[in-house]
């Protein structure tokens, strides 16, 4: 896989705990909406990143990067960012992306604290695409303030008639008791096996969520996610 020589172009914070990062590239970069890089560390240790906007003619890279104060992962690599001003990157990596999408199938986002970066991406692809497929993102986090695109998602889903946004925070339901995938499935119901759905977020809720649609009747062909790969 090759790698990529960028600038951090600009470190903008999106929530108290999620920076934006955008990296310059010198050459044209390749990808697919919903495909990842890796950074390369001072040590050479791969530290994989979703791409959160689409490849839409230009040469900038946005990251949303969590910096939790007890993540000596993401410490570690905002601290290599605002000494070197510069990274080395490989990719793009992952196969989850709008081009494995089946044509003219519903599409269900479900997405969890900053694993809506991909799905970003990928919305932005359709829209410049000017696809009129049904869309419908969920989005789960700790508190609203969590939801940082919230005005951008509720905008479209005003604006846009086949588009639609739940937002979700589990204490907001039930007293905490209820996952997103059952709120999903409570409203999609019998309907559920005619979607197509991207799944992202942390690995456990992901592969939680997928065997809970299984069960519900959603066809494992028709679930996308990175985090399949790593099982």
Known sequence: MR??????QSIQPLTNTVLQVMLAL????????GQYIEILNDDEQAMPYSIANA?????????????????????????????????????????????????????????????FAPVKAMLEQLM???DERA???????KSLNDLYAEERLAYWDQHIEHFHYTPFVAAHYDDGKKT????????????????QMILAGAFDMVYKARDAFLLHGLERAHMFSDAFAFE
């Open 3 to 8: 790698a990529f020589d960028c600038q951090v």
């Open 26 to 33: 010198d050459e044209p970069f390749d990808y697919q909406a």
């Open 55 to 115: 490849p839409l003619g230009t040469n900038t890279l946005e990251l949303h990067i969590g910096h939790a104060k007890d993540n000596p992962y993401s410490l570690r690599l905002l601290e290599t960012i605002r000494r070197q001003k510069h990274l080395k990157i490989t990719g793009p990596h992952g196969d989850c992306g709008v081009h494995r999408l089946v044509p003219d199938m519903p599409i269900i986002f479900m997405a969890g604290g900053t694993g």
């Open 128 to 130: 410049a695409d000017s």
């Open 135 to 141: 869309m419908h993102v969920f989005w789960g986090a």
């Open 180 to 195: 997103l995938s059952e709120v999903i499935s409570a409203q999609f119901a019998d309907e559920l096996h005619q979607h």
